[in-house]
């Protein structure tokens, strides 16, 4: 395990706090260890910091009277969505209140008009699109794991469909958010643009829960596109795939999925999705659009693909074949950890610019190599962001160590090719050294952010900043 | 004219300051009368506050030097672009420094690979859209003036291609600024998306220079499309024109830009750039794709227009007759001033949802109506933003004062509709009382943030907070 710093403790002001609670919330407060455990953070390899109390609010106001509560007694809270975040985000370094947002999961309005619709922060994405789909609408944006929506959202994410539709920050128009001081606003309208003042909205986005607590979200939604086809083609090697890339993106391809598989994914998902794909690295794509559109993208790109060695190129309309295409690379988490039974995935994020992608990936495969670390990986390559997935045994100190040791290695290569450690998990615990070597100086105004909307550093202390 | 109101002044730091920078700028430091009236606003009906003197910076160290010397003094620094904001943003209330950044217009580097590139802010969209030509790309966001590339970030600028490519927020993957401190930082790296920290790249665009001077702008581009066609069509109504667009959106046509005229402005149109349009509602459109892409785009949207009374639907691909169209509607605010020749055009920004848009625009051509106001009206429809063009005469106070109730009453309408006071012009001095009423408590912690990284109000003094 990676040790996450404990923070000093405020115990009579976490004391008083669950008193307060107690009284006020009844059952919707717990303070039963498993459940305090469970609310720390498990689907990393940091270790768990458990809250000393999970409550439940149901509304805003209730959001709003914890966090008052909180602010007088200077006591940490921690927002908590689906608990699917990978840097530690919903630890309690410092101990504090855990603030379970899952029973705030009611989709407030859906106004097919203007293409929004407003949610609470606890609805998640799959909830979502179940209740768009007979409007003949959908969210795209798809991390992979279930999330709510107001963890997205806090950690500013994205996956598959980001390279046509963009990530959270651009598919949401407004927030409603309690202010480290109680205080509700709302940093948005439903207009879908705006010059009016500084943009909260982008602020409170991607702040991972330490500058308020989102309780009410303004979503962009989009049509179900006419078509939709899939494709994948196989390639000779990373670079000739992400050269592939990057000709289909300049070329104006709308795709609206372009994920690389690399050899040991391919691999892996042959055995566990049943599929007999080459093992050499693979792109899977998804065309949005009318019939004639997704035919002539699906056509375009099979052309560039042929450019550069492509094989094995195949199109399809169909939607069971798409399904399992897209089901098989869902799995891959799964599939991957099935290479090495027992072993604990642990995942990298960088994100680079797309000329830099092919020598970032195969940079990092050669890396693990040297290490003798196992690690397949899967990349959003329209965006230039990739997942390495250590596979490890994180009871061995050095595997940790070595695996430590390829995670700063590849955020400092991804950092020195003008790009970012983290593409769309966010900084949490466990990137926190990376910021200040990736932003420098602008980490400095962030902690006068910071400091500025919450001087007594209750909102989930210990991350980011 | 609308009386701006003057700070108190430090009349002392200033000299201090001009001394120390005209020793070490010569003659890039300018303290003549008309260069700094020209540095105070003159495109609005607010009054001029001239700065006390203009300095030319050649580079982002000649920048920090600057502010860092007016930190020193607590002197007011004005960022300056090309003067085309319409909101008062380049007034000097308190006096001070204007910081012109037209000297700082070079296009740093095209990197083409990766569909980005990074120009100083001085560079002008039109000037780096000239210089992307050869390499078939384009920088899309476009609106009218040909403003400069620092300035459309400062107020969040979007214009007639926002509803398929977004606004400057969408569009800028990092900045590089100098803070109230005179510190340099960078905000972001080349990656298409990143969780890394506080999104300082989108508070300070929108922040008006209120934040900090932006000093290099990291741009999305986009590969000039295949095919480019446009098309018009007139409706019996302002309202059926907008279900007209509403359909549109929602059945998912990628337009790249989908404008309204109203009756008035296509008359204004047709005298101005020798039409001979049908003086009634009229939407303009173009369309992006492949050859056959914007065929069926056009056709699509030819049926919906039928469905919603459409008349005269022409699309056309070619080049010279797209760009006449296009050209009368850049020309639009001066062919509007030709409605009433020596008038003064004030410019309304408000941005509804799209399913409030028909019912907005109506009332305000009723409320024009009833005030005995001439005010044609075009708008970026596809994003529910319109622009009502008040031609007043600005010496005449009865003029004045029924413009100020309409400019009033329709941002208070379109905030009523869930909608902004602002949809791409900012709040500079003239619509600080509207940020209010359509945020409310949230703009308490943008003072938070200003306060925190401007202690002493140094930077564009008397702006938005």
């Known amino acids: 395990m990676v040790q996450a710093t404990a923070l000093p403790r405020n115990d009579s002001g976490i004391e008083t706090v669950i008193g307060i609670l107690k009284q006020r919330f009844a059952d919707?407060?717990?303070?039963?260890?498993?459940?305090?455990?469970?609310?720390?953070?498990?689907?990393?390899?940091?270790?768990?910091?458990?809250?000393?109390?999970?409550?439940?609010?149901?509304?805003?106001?209730?959001?709003?009277?914890?966090?008052?509560?909180?602010?007088?007694?200077?006591?940490?809270?921690?927002?908590?969505?689906?608990?699917?975040?990978?840097?530690?985000?919903?630890?309690?370094?410092?101990?504090?209140?855990?603030?379970?947002?899952?029973?705030?999961?009611?989709?407030?309005?859906?106004?097919?008009?203007?293409?929004?619709?407003?949610?609470?922060?606890?609805?998640?994405?799959?909830?979502?699109?179940?209740?768009?789909?007979?409007?003949?609408?959908?969210?795209?944006?798809?991390?992979?794991?279930?999330?709510?929506?107001?963890?997205?959202?806090?950690?500013?994410?994205?996956?598959?469909?980001?390279?046509?539709?963009?990530?959270?920050?651009?598919?949401?128009l407004g927030l409603e958010a309690v202010m480290p001081d109680g205080q509700i606003i709302r940093t948005g309208t439903r207009a879908r643009k705006s010059s009016a003042g500084y943009d909260l909205t982008r602020l409170l986005i991607g702040a991972e829960g330490t500058l308020g607590i989102i309780t009410e979200i303004t979503l962009r939604l989009?049509?179900?596109?006419?078509?939709?086809?899939?494709?994948?083609?196989?390639?000779?090697?990373?670079?000739?795939?992400?050269?592939?890339?990057?000709?289909?993106?300049?070329?104006?391809?709308?795709?609206?999925?372009?994920?690389?598989?690399?050899?040991?994914?391919?691999?892996?998902?042959?055995?566990?999705?049943?599929?007999?794909?080459?093992?050499?690295?693979?792109?899977?794509?998804?065309?949005?659009?009318?019939?004639?559109?997704?035919?002539?993208?699906?056509?375009?790109?099979?052309?560039?693909?042929?450019?550069?060695?492509?094989?094995?190129f195949a199109a399809t309309t169909s939607t069971e074949e798409r399904s399992k295409l897209w089901q098989a690379r869902h799995d891959m988490y799964w599939a991957s950890l099935q290479l090495r039974p027992g072993a604990q995935g642990i995942s990298t994020d960088v994100c680079v610019p797309i000329s830099r992608l092919a020598e970032c990936v195969t940079s990092a495969q050669a890396k693990t190599a040297e290490l003798g670390l196992l690690a397949p990986i899967v990349g959003h390559v329209g965006d230039g962001n990739f997942h390495t997935l250590l596979l490890i045994d994180t009871e061995n100190a050095d595997e940790v160590s070595k695996a430590e040791e390829f995670v700063g290695w590849l955020n400092d290569l991804a950092i020195s090719m003008e790009g970012t450690c983290t593409g769309e998990h966010g900084i949490g615990q466990g990137k926190k050294p990376y910021l200040e070597r990736e932003l420098g100086p602008a980490v400095r105004y962030m902690r006068a952010i910071k400091a500025a909307l919450d001087p007594d550093d209750i909102m989930n202390p210990g991350k980011i900043v």
Chains 1, 2 share one sequence.
């Open 28 to 172: 919707r407060l717990q303070t039963g260890e498993s459940i305090r455990q469970q609310h720390g953070h498990t689907t990393t390899w940091i270790n768990n910091q458990p809250p000393d109390a999970v409550v439940f609010p149901r509304s805003t106001e209730e959001v709003s009277e914890i966090v008052k509560a909180c602010a007088a007694h200077k006591v940490p809270v921690i927002p908590f969505g689906t608990g699917t975040s990978l840097e530690g985000h919903v630890n309690a370094p410092a101990g504090g209140i855990s603030v379970d947002l899952s029973q705030m999961n009611r989709i407030l309005a859906v106004n097919a008009e203007d293409l929004d619709c407003v949610v609470q922060p606890g609805v998640t994405r799959e909830d979502l699109n179940t209740h768009l789909r007979d409007q003949g609408l959908f969210f795209p944006i798809d991390p992979g794991a279930n999330a709510s929506l107001g963890g997205m959202a806090a950690t500013r994410a994205s996956g598959t469909n980001a390279v046509r539709y963009g990530t959270m920050k651009d598919n949401i």
């Open 222 to 312: 989009h049509g179900i596109p006419e078509a939709i086809s899939s494709a994948r083609c196989s390639f000779p090697s990373v670079d000739a795939a992400c050269r592939a890339v990057m000709m289909t993106i300049q070329y104006g391809v709308p795709v609206a999925r372009i994920e690389l598989l690399d050899e040991r994914s391919v691999g892996a998902a042959n055995a566990y999705s049943k599929l007999s794909l080459p093992e050499t690295p693979l792109l899977l794509l998804e065309f949005h659009g009318s019939e004639a559109g997704v035919v002539e993208q699906a056509e375009t790109f099979g052309a560039i693909a042929e450019e550069f060695g492509g094989t094995d």
